[in-house]
């Protein structure tokens, strides 16, 4: 059975491979990777704003260990980079995070496949049609 510590171990690294995928995915020019990071980025943005800016993955790693939220290594790492309330250095973090997710946008909108992909648009005359010129978008 895997312990509690071991699981706590699993959400610091994802949480970890979350902010460094936050950071590093727009810079990959791949679309199917461009369109997951505007989803994620749109979604965390929204999580700030209606969570109180609590993190789910720091909650579930304090339960983990026994420890109050604010004493988790993964809180006291991540806290003062995303933590959006009215301080200096967190509106220069959201500020970062809308460029980044801006520049996702932008790379996307100007990709090879996704410029094709708007120009089959018209000729679409089925879900199955979409869905078949929709597939390059999401090919690596």
């Known amino acids: ?31 199917a ?16 704003g209606a969570n109180s800016n609590i993190c789910s993955l720091s909650v579930l790693e304090s339960q983990l260990r026994g420890l109050d939220r604010t004493k ?3 809180h006291q790492l991540i806290a003062p980079i995303y933590d959006i309330s009215e ?20 790379t996307l909108y100007h990709s090879d496949k996704f410029q094709a992909f708007l120009r089959e648009l018209g000729s679409i005359s ?5 869905v078949h010129k929709a597939t390059p978008l999401f090919q690596i």
């Not at 997951?36 to 929204?46: A, E, G, Y």
């Open 126 to 130: 089925s879900f199955a049609d979409f």
């Open 1 to 31: 059975m895997i312990s509690n510590e071991s699981l706590a171990n699993l959400v610091y690294v994802f949480h970890l491979l979350v902010v460094i995928f936050v950071l590093f995915a727009p810079f990959t020019g791949i679309p």
């Open 72 to 74: 988790t290594f993964t």
């Open 87 to 106: 301080t200096e250095w967190s509106m220069i973090v959201h500020t970062i995070t809308y460029l980044i997710l801006g520049y996702s946008m932008y």
């Open 33 to 48: 990777i461009l369109i997951l990071h505007i989803t994620f980025c749109i979604s965390m943005i929204v999580h700030w």
